[in-house]
């Protein structure tokens, strides 16, 4: 063998020891960044929660802590200098940041900032999402473990319920369900576990019985996908292993199964948080959101429609932070399955 030979095959056993082995979730994740739309939408996602994080900062008017009022229906780029209410009648103002704030947006109907309350309404829009997100996630994974690994009567028993729960017009019970919680805003309980949850609810703005709600009705699905990842994984050899050894059957589930279904009830539950967002803004569109003043996109639309031809100012922003928000969550609920699916893999 020359040395050149033997250079060559040197270096070719030396890149081998050098690579890395490649596994499941170094393959999704690859597919993942090869998707540039959903790459963009995990980034605007994440501009969304650091602008709703840090609103704050965003906004003059939090900044200085006035609330001084423009004018209603001003256009966009309306220029307001503010006034100082530390400084003496008829001197000037002491602090520069007061003279010329500009509505980036124009102002409402009311007079109020339309950038203001878009910013601000991110945040409602982002929490109902989470929230609703983990109650759902919470609630139908561990129904349809319990379901798929017990089998049997208790599985019909327990699918069969869900079974009743997806015939029923589950917006309708939404809608049902937020008039019943708004007439027991308008009539607080003197004590006891209504008038905390009352008093919890009003502190939120209104969103906790929006959480509770949408969390609760909507496990359904997620809890089927569970089952049906648990009755494929509870018959491999390392779950049979596990019961020959002894292992409890909590230890099994928690332990076990559900680290294997994780991923593929993750996914899908990213691609529920857009019917969570535009469910949070059709209630409020019609007056069964969240309370006033607290800001969120459906009621925003719902007071700047009547006027679209005359103030269509008003309108634009949050309906159009609402589309994109709900088409990046979709695009990127798809860009993980496709990634995490090992059959729609390239």
């Known amino acids: 063998m020359t040395a050149a030979t033997k250079s060559a095959s040197g270096s070719a056993q030396a890149a081998i020891l050098e690579r890395k082995e490649r596994s499941p979730l170094g393959d999704a994740v690859r597919q993942l960044l090869q998707n540039k739309l959903a790459v963009g939408s995990g980034a605007f996602i994440l501009f969304l929660i650091f602008l709703s994080v840090f609103a704050d900062f965003f906004n003059a008017y939090a900044l200085q802590g006035y609330q001084d009022a423009l004018g209603p229906n001003q256009p966009p780029y309306a220029k307001q ?82 079974d009743f729960l997806y015939g029923l017009p589950l917006l309708i019970v939404v809608i049902l369900a937020q008039v019943y919680f708004k007439s027991l805003d308008r009539h607080s309980a003197e004590s006891g576990l209504a008038s905390f949850l009352i008093d919890l609810d009003q502190s939120l703005g209104g969103m906790f019985f929006i959480f509770v709600v949408l969390g609760a009705l909507s496990w359904l699905s997620m809890a089927r996908i569970a089952r049906g990842q648990t009755l494929s994984i509870k018959e491999k050899e390392f779950v049979e292993a596990a019961r020959s050894l002894g292992a409890t059957s909590p230890r099994i589930i928690f332990k076990g199964i559900l680290p294997n279904i ?83 893999r390239e």
């Open 262 to 344: 994780i991923g593929p009830c993750l996914v899908q539950e990213t691609l529920q948080i857009p019917g969570y967002i535009l469910t949070e803004a059709f209630l409020s569109f019609i007056g069964l959101g969240v309370n006033a003043p607290t800001p969120s996109w459906g009621i925003m639309i719902n007071e700047a429609f009547q006027g679209l031809r005359s103030n269509p100012h008003a309108l634009v922003p949050p309906a159009v932070a609402l589309t994109l928000t709900v088409l990046a969550f979709n695009f990127l609920g798809d860009g993980l399955r496709d990634a995490f699916d090992p059959r729609l």
């Open 81 to 162: 200098v503010l006034q100082d209410n530390n400084a003496r009648p008829g001197t000037a103002s002491q602090n520069p940041s007061l003279d010329g704030f500009v509505y980036w947006f124009g102002a409402d109907n009311l007079g109020r900032d339309v950038w203001t309350r878009t910013l601000y309404g991110t945040r409602v829009s982002l929490a109902v999402a989470a929230v609703a997100g983990a109650v759902s996630l919470t609630i139908g994974v561990t129904y349809g473990l319990i379901s798929g690994y017990v089998g049997g009567r208790v599985d019909d028993l327990m699918m069969r319920i869900v």
